[in-house]
C-alpha cells in the first residue's frame, strides 16, 4: 500500500470516528436508544462492525475497507462497482449500496455473503451521482428490513 493511500484511509478513519461517536441515547438522555416495542435498537453506529473495526465503503473502487485503528490494519472485500452507501446490523452484517446492487457482508468473516441485483431499465451498470439503483441504504430499528 502506498504512503498516499494510508495516509488517506487513516483521514478517513478519523474522520468516521467522529462521526460515529454521535449520541447512542435517547432523546432525553437516557442510556439506550430504544425502537417502538422496547428493545435496543438492532444497528451498530453508522459504519462501525460489532467488534468496533470501521467499515468504509471504497466509492471509486469496488470494496469496503475494514479499518481497525488500534492496529493500524486494513482488509478489503470485494463488494460490487462503485459502492457508497453502508449501514452495519447488530447481527454482524453490512448492507452496501453499491452500483450492482446490495451487497450483503459478514463482518465476522470479512467475506461478502451475497449481492442482490437492481431491477432498473437505466441500461448497463454505471457510476457517479445519476446512476440506476441505490446510493443510501438504512436498517430498520428492529433490524428484519433494509
Known sequence: MSARRAVLLLAAAAVLAG????????PDGSAAAKSPAGTPSASAPAGRTPDGTLLVADFGGD????????????????????????VV????????????????VDTKSRTRQARIPYGTE?????????RGGGMGI???PD????
Open 122 to 130: 437505466t441500461g448497463p451498470v454505471t457510476t457517479g451521482e445519476y
Open 63 to 86: 470494496t469496503v475497507t475494514f479499518v481497525d485503528p488500534e492496529r493500524g490494519a486494513f482488509d478489503r472485500v470485494e463488494v460490487g462497482t462503485a459502492p457508497y452507501g453502508l
Open 89 to 104: 446490523g447488530a447481527d454482524g452484517r453490512a448492507w452496501v449500496a453499491t452500483a450492482e446492487g446490495v451487497a450483503v
Open 143 to 146: 433490524g428484519r428490513h433494509v
Open 19 to 26: 462521526c460515529a461517536t454521535e449520541a447512542t441515547g435517547a
Open 138 to 140: 438504512a436498517l430498520a
